[in-house]
């Protein structure tokens, strides 16, 4: 897809079919492994730990919602026709940042400051440096209540535009989550959307026998809202989840998006690593080379 992507070309809200829209599936495709190739970029290029694990698990819901599913207009981020992403789980901050970087919203070679003083790409989202960030977010909890309260605006306004909102599985143990939860349900707040990047760990580890959220699903459901699943790194399963969420009216949804923390990359994805690495220059070459091989069998169809 090109940068320079209008209006008219996004939010049209289908579902893609893996039998009729492989071509289209074959371009989220590419452009995950170019937004897992960027975030490896922007950590080594830096010399900056980043948390690869949490930001691979999360990469193809960012790309389904920048590349394909939401309205907005990089030439005018304050449209107020706009679909709203929020980032709750702020820590994936790079991810967001590529995505909008695709999608027109900054040059790239923004990507050489970031964390660096007076950069517009901060370590978490800033709504006041970064073109198209709706919300600064960074405390877990946090940006999710933002969201029900944007969400809430195309209710009373009798817009159509939506509210997204991505957490994460270990955020959901904040108590500010479900206060929130219970607020968007009890005003029937069916604008709003959040998806959850349900990969079982948090950063110290595997949330089983600790402070685990099983079940999920119930949990959501005791609130009222309105509970979907999809394989969070299935284009065809994120989009028929989301077109199903934005077909349900008098209630809030959620799509518990099953995910790999780290997918994507082998050295992330298969082996234990803490929650902030940083590569050595021959890893680095590694995981290069690896996403190289991938894209060559996406676009020749292997």
Same mark, same amino acid.
């Given at each position: 897809?090109? &940068? ?37 970029? $922007? ?5 900056? %730990?980043?948390?690869?694990?949490? !930001?691979?698990?999360?990469? #193809? $819901? ?7 599913? $939401? ?30 970087? $695709? ?69 959901? &143990? ?12 009890? !005003? ?23 402070? #685990?959220?099983?079940? !999920? ?6 609130? &009222? ?16 989840? !989301? ?28 082996? &234990? ?7 050595? #220059?021959? %890893? ?19």
């Amino acid at each position: 897809m090109s &940068n320079n992507t209008t209006r008219t070309e996004l939010g049209l809200k289908r579902p893609l079919s893996p039998q009729e829209d492989q071509e289209i599936l074959r371009g989220l495709q590419l452009d995950a492994i170019t937004m897992r190739r960027k975030i490896l970029y $922007m950590g080594h290029q830096n010399r900056i %730990k980043l948390h690869y694990g949490a !930001l691979f698990s999360m990469t #193809e $819901m960012v790309t389904v919602l920048y590349r394909y599913w $939401m309205r907005f207009d990089p030439q005018d981020p304050c449209w107020p026709g706009r679909d709203r992403f929020v980032l709750s789980k702020g820590h994936g901050a790079p991810a967001v940042y590529v995505a909008l970087w $695709m999608a027109g919203f900054f040059s790239a070679y923004h990507f050489d400051g970031f964390r660096r003083l007076h950069s517009i790409l901060q370590g978490h989202p800033d709504r006041n440096k970064t073109p198209g960030i709706e919300t600064c977010s960074g405390s877990l909890g946090q940006g999710f209540g933002v969201a029900c309260g944007m969400a809430l605006g195309p209710k009373i306004d009798n817009s159509d535009y939506r509210v997204y909102c991505l957490v994460g599985d270990g955020e959901c &143990n904040e108590g500010s989550i479900w206060e929130a939860a219970q607020i968007a349900s009890n !005003l029937k707040i069916d604008k709003l959307t959040v998806l959850v990047d349900r990969n079982h760990k948090s950063s110290y580890g595997p949330m089983g026998g600790r402070n #685990e959220v099983h079940p !999920l699903e119930d949990k959501w459901r005791a609130f &009222n809202w309105a509970v979907f699943e999809c394989d969070g790194h299935d284009f065809a399963s994120l989009t028929q989840a !989301l077109y199903e969420a934005e077909n349900v009216t008098g209630k809030p949804s959620v799509i518990v998006c099953h995910t790999v923390k780290g997918r994507g990359v082998p050295y992330t994805e298969f082996e &234990n690593l803490q929650a902030h690495i940083l590569f050595t #220059e021959e %890893k680095y070459a590694d995981c290069a080379a690896y996403l190289d091989e991938l894209e060559g069998k996406v676009r020749h169809g292997s």
